[in-house]
């Protein structure tokens, strides 16, 4: 199957960066949109930001200007560089992509998600 695994979390002072990194793996045929989402304790998940197999990005209206979403399509690969961190950035970071695997002469597209990275910015 597909397996993505997240990794450059960690703690850092506020006005801080970090790099995550999103690899996937398995047999995989392409990989369309891809996304970083978090969730802080005791609220819901929330989307950070998105990016197309092309290339387009969007971006929560909380990070616009501070993080940058990228992949490199050769690698199957996301990252989310993040500048001026603040302690309101703390929270569990997933990344979700959707993947098309071939299962014989098909096709199939199916979402998954890493097992997250945690993010901790002190004040």
């Known amino acids: 199957q597909v397996q993505l695994v997240e990794s450059g979390g960690g703690l850092v002072q506020t006005g801080g960066s970090l790099r995550l990194s999103c690899a996937a793996s398995g047999i995989i045929f392409s990989i369309n949109t891809m996304g970083w989402y978090r969730q802080a304790p005791g609220k819901q998940r929330e989307a950070v930001a998105g990016?197309?197999?092309?290339?387009?990005?969007n971006y929560g209206e909380s990070v616009k200007g501070r993080f940058t979403i990228s992949r490199d399509n050769a690698k199957n690969t996301m990252y989310l560089q993040m500048n001026s961190l603040r302690p309101e950035d703390t929270a569990v970071y997933y990344c979700n992509a959707n993947v098309i695997i071939r299962q014989g002469i098909s096709v199939i597209s199916g979402d998954y998600w890493g097992q997250g990275t945690q993010v901790t910015v002190s004040s």
């Open positions: 990016i197309t197999s092309g290339g387009s990005t």
